[in-house]
């Protein structure tokens, strides 16, 4: 006869162990209790929450039941929360630690805030909308034309939705927003723009070529792209704007490209877009746009 399947074990601190089904129970009685603070409140960060073990866990280790609730009611009071933290939901959230002897250690304190606790928050999330421009739907870099044919067009009304739809706290669109005389575009390429170890005559480097700039910068020539109040530069006619929304422009240096809407591909200079998310306390940042190989994969880094 076949063995009974034994259920999971989940091992809380170093001797406990109890049932998967415990846990659960456990996890969600103290996401109940966690219900009224999560409105409005923001996540700690991971420097908060090393404040906070250092400040009431004995050389770092472990804390007296009293002091681990201690711990707890500071972390909330930091998540901007005005509700006070009853003993009811302390007590659940340090029985679902695992005391050992009256004490709590702090990997035990950690598994609980960022497993369970955490659920209760609401963190605050930002919206980058990347590039929605007409030269990359339909201009001189439509994604029409790369391998894949596809029609740029299409990300418009499921960005719209997603902005109708999602409570963020902060949207940010970004243009690409070249001047004229912009060092990416290849009919401004010069030989003296060129790096000395170039040895390709100008006239014989193709669009979309890698060279080396005098500045030692490896640039990709592109046709001429997103120039600052050209219509290729607007964004996509459909493109939902809330008049709360932020713009945030980049490549507005001539003698730099810029695929990150943070900073320049040298990181000399930032755009505002750091500062925004640091101003409104964003946790969590969603990107969404066109141009993914480039622009994107630059966003989420
Ligand atoms: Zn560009």
Redesign the pocket.
Known sequence: MAEEPQPKKWKGGEEQERSADDAMATRHKVWQAMAPFREGTRRPTPADIKRTTDKFFEANSSASVEKCKDALKELMTQTGCNKVADDALLNSAVAAMAPKDGTVNVPDFLLCWNNWMKLGERPRTALIVVDVQHDFIDGS?ALRACDAKQDGAEVVPIINALHRTAPFDLVVITK?W?PRD?I?FHPNLTQERLHSSETRNVKDIPLFAQVKLADGQTQTM?PA??VQGSKGAELHKDLEVGNLDHTVVK?TNSMI???SAFFDNARKSKTPLSDLLRRYKIDDVYCCGLAYDREQQHECQ
């Open positions: 870099l690409d070249h912009h990416s592109w792209h997103c490549g490209d810029s695929y």
